[in-house]
């Protein structure tokens, strides 16, 4: 018999709970010397909370670690780097106001605690940025850096500590197609030099791109673990869904394009933005002469590297904020100095991009939060006075219809699961009767079914009528969902296609600046 | 005879700076892990009236100040349990405690001296001249010919500046209260500095507390802190949570304090009601003025829970 | 149908009593703890406790002091709460009361021979303008710079005590007076008495009125869901169309006027004339009140109530037994504390 080693990393019986929610339920997995390792599976699948317990942040309620063979206890981040395991979260737990070698250098061993010079380890650094092909100036503050810096900025921080394993969580979340692509070549240059990465994934393709072996997480539990030689998408697809979905009437898993949409833009736009401009405190403009037509019947997406006026653009429209220049028109009104209040009532409704932050009262049963933005209009409130009965009804109808799942009306809108809570928001959007939509990432972090159903909701009020504007980071989103894409850069629109020329790798220049438009 | 005048005004100014850079660095120490205190008018009253009845049973001035920093050093601990461990309010844990200490300084006194007439006296702090510097012309009168406490918290506050600043440790310190999550990730104990900053925030809150009877009249009233632990909240504020800015914000609001006091003496027409407003109008002023530049540690006032699952 | 509103009737019972559990287990812990504390001392617990508790009840007197000291006390938690629902803080409840009171002896003394039916309200309304007028640079602060109302309005309480001293020492001092007081308002301003002997004054019933009337406003009209969804969640609000900033200045104006209102009700009511140190120690109980009630405005009436007793028995505490009343002011602060932890329980 030959003598096999043992694998690098074995997870073995993980079991987490968060209150009464099972996220983890006897998870085991294997991670071999030397692999990029897919993680896949819809959001809520545990695979976060899976890394998240390999790297110490949460306490498991079972199982065990083995490295190497030996069984290891990690009861902090401090234990996981300890043992040569690193983790790039999605959200980049970083520091805006310290230098990129500060954030780097954090809590690692320093030779020099009391004076903190950091000439060699910015040295080291750069050393680090040559060798992996990971651009970034290690003096900069990680306040000035655009995200796909500030990712490279998070790699290094696990390098620089001499990481056996390297998890990325989602990482290419915030990147252009081509950033993805040169991530994925240094991902393989740590592989050649024997470390494993672990790359954890909603999108299948990418695993099928760049990964070594594949593993499937369900709703908590382990599917399976392949060489990914040996899968198939749809075998792959199939697990991720399970049963809760039937592959011929999906949206997100559909083979074949969407059939354009029958609306023919004739008339007059429901929304008519003429060049919109928005100037920050620091005189760079956040919102760019941007002008932008939305006709009823259509979906246009906005896409984006996140962070490149967004978020401004919307809330112009609405008002939350006030444009420097520019018209905005609804419905052939000119909504000039109109308060977010009146926009709304309108017929405009806003699904935000933060739900917690922006999205709902969490303090406030769901009830309440069923008519914020309508509580002063009938038959919610009627001479100043709030129709509670009225407003319950209304709360347990959209629950009913909607499936949001709670035990009643007069619960805690922040105990709500952030599926449950893209439901409400939703629910409450359309609940009114409006002529134009306004989403902001409306699936970011969802479960599979709740996209599918959210999906399902857009689609068919668009083919009532609805005028949707569809702001997104995924890319993959806007062209299953839209009839026209704009690219948002650095606040202008910088492209415009159509769905027949949807392009990946053609939106992505444009993402990242480098389109020349006429 | 300018000269002198403003000799002496500048040395009480610096006599008068002590309670609020004790107050403020601690404010702002504890602030740079995230924790926000607003206890500092019960825990400075708590020190006063411990470091009064330390000093005047004990007939040591410096038993006094010890057993105040003890008692700041309880505060602070409780303070951080209940946020850091238990996760409550920081806002409302802290008014709560600034209520214990309302009701414990004036209990205490009460238990102690009990009901008299004649309010018994402390001796108070000595000026200790250092040798050759305090024969500097105008500045070693100023500088080098205060008492132990006006040493402590200029050394405190050079001391403060080197370590948030210059040390690995400092930048530990800073990263807790800007994102706790990334100092978590890497392995830095957010928990730990916490109650570190607050225990040594409590304590220093109580020093200046118990400086107050130690330096004017040598006796305690339950007015004698009158406001400064919220200005030194202001100051804190004011100075952008920096060592350095507190400082030199101390010696404007210690300014302020004096001015008011000499005016006062001297009789500029005023009422004197009037003049003893000067202070906090000052302070509302002044952050009027410098609203727009304050910057706060990102995290103030926020506890941080590791296995939450709401993204920050 | 009615079997459910039976059900919802039941749950509401219930929860009710779910509601009130903690706070009766913090009441207890806190007699507890401060008993403990007693006894090493050397007191007698039993009747430390019997006089804090039962004095209010045993005697009329002690019913009617106890009315009497509720009315301040839940005004001033009021002028804490309202903000408090909005999210901001109104920690100068005490300055904006000795504005108040000044401004219902400015009115009182200066149109001294008017009549009752005229000079009275004009006495309540000098205190609810001037309470409303002391909050206004911070209101207006926060509202344009964004500048933190806390500092603010506790700043504005060290300048009121200056300015009272300065209105009972320098424009109308009663000269037989051994302590700043000014000389007393006119009759007409004085509030009409409910009960003659011992003497119960009608700022109860305002007190009361004020106190339904915010519960009405913050939790049955659409202008108080405006107040309620800014405090749960400011950035929702504004993304929704609320103008927050107009609700944190209204909510703290609104504070501000009745806060000041309680301090021409201690003027009118019960001193007919301006004491330095009239704001004793109602804000810091106000507070306490406000917190215990969680900002729940059907419950503060009912905490002040209770405060009220315990304020009441302190009294009587310190003149009968020696025993420092700042241990009830110390039991106050424990029961808040324990009524926080009781969330901490919850949680797990």
Redesign the interface.
Known sequence: MKQVSPPLLQLQGISKSFGPLLALKDVNLTIQHREIHGLLGGNGAGKTTLMNVLFGLYKPNAGQVILRGQTIHIQSPRDAIHHGIGMVHQHFLQVPHFTVVQNIVLGSRLHNRPTLNLTRATERIQDLCQRFGLEADPNAHIIDLPMGVRQRVEILKALYRGVDVLILDEPTTNLTPQEVDSLFESLQRMVAEGMSVVFITHKLREVMQVCDTISVLRAGEHQLTLPRTQVSEELIVRTMVGSDIDLDESILFAATAPQESSSSRTGPPVLDVQGLTLTAESNTPQVDDVSLQVHAGEIVGIAGVAGNGQQELLEAVLGIRTADRGQIRFQNEELGHCSTRDRLRRGIAYVPEDRVQDGILPTATIAQNSILGVHDRPPYSQHGILKWPIITQHAQHLIAEYHIQTQGAGQQAGNLSGGNLQRLILARALAQPIQLLILHNPTSGLDIPTVEQIYRQIRQRRQEGLAVLLVSDDLDELMLLSDRIAVLYRGALVGHLQQKDFDKYEIGRMMSGVYNHV | MQNSQFVQFASLVMLAIVPYILASQGTMLAGQTGLFIVSQEGVMLVGASVGFLGAFLSGSLLIGLLLAALSGAIAGLALAYFTTTLKLDQFVIGLAIFFLGLGLSNLFFKLVVGVTLQPPIIPTLKAVPIPLLSQIPILGPILFRQNLMVYFSILLSLFLIYFLYYTSWGLSLRAVGENPKAADSVGVPVARSRYITAIVAGMLMALAGAYLPMVYTGSYTDGIVNGRGWLAIALTFLGGWSPHLIFVGSLFFAGVEILALRAQVLGVGLPYQFLRMIPYLATIFVMLLTYKRLRTPAFLGLNYDRESRTSI | MSEQSVVLRRQGLGSVFQALVPYIVAVIASFAAAGIVLAV?GFNVPRAYATILFTSFRTPNGIIQTLIKFVPLVLQALAFTIPLAAGK?NIGGEGQLIAGAIGATTVGIMLAGWPAPLLLPLVLLGGIVMGALWIL?PAW?LYR????E???T??????AF??I??VA??IWPDPVAGHPTTIPIGAGGFLPRLIQQPPLHAGLLIAIFIAILVYFYTD???????L??TG??A?????????VRNIFFLSLLLGGAIAGLSGAIEVAGVHHRLIAGIQSNFL?LG??IG?IAKGNHLAVPFVAFFIAVLEVGASAMQRTLMI?G??V??V???I??FV??S??VRRR
């Open positions: 001392m803080f640079l602060l710079f964004s500048i933190n806390i500092l603010t506790v700043l504005m309480n060290f300048v200056e300015l001293d300065y020492t320098n049955h009209t659409s202008a108080g869901y405006e309620v969804a749960a969640n950035r929702a609000s504004r993304v929704y169309g609320i103008n810091l507070l306490i917190l420092p700042e241990m002011f110390i106050e602060a424990f808040l504390l926080l932890l969330d901490v």
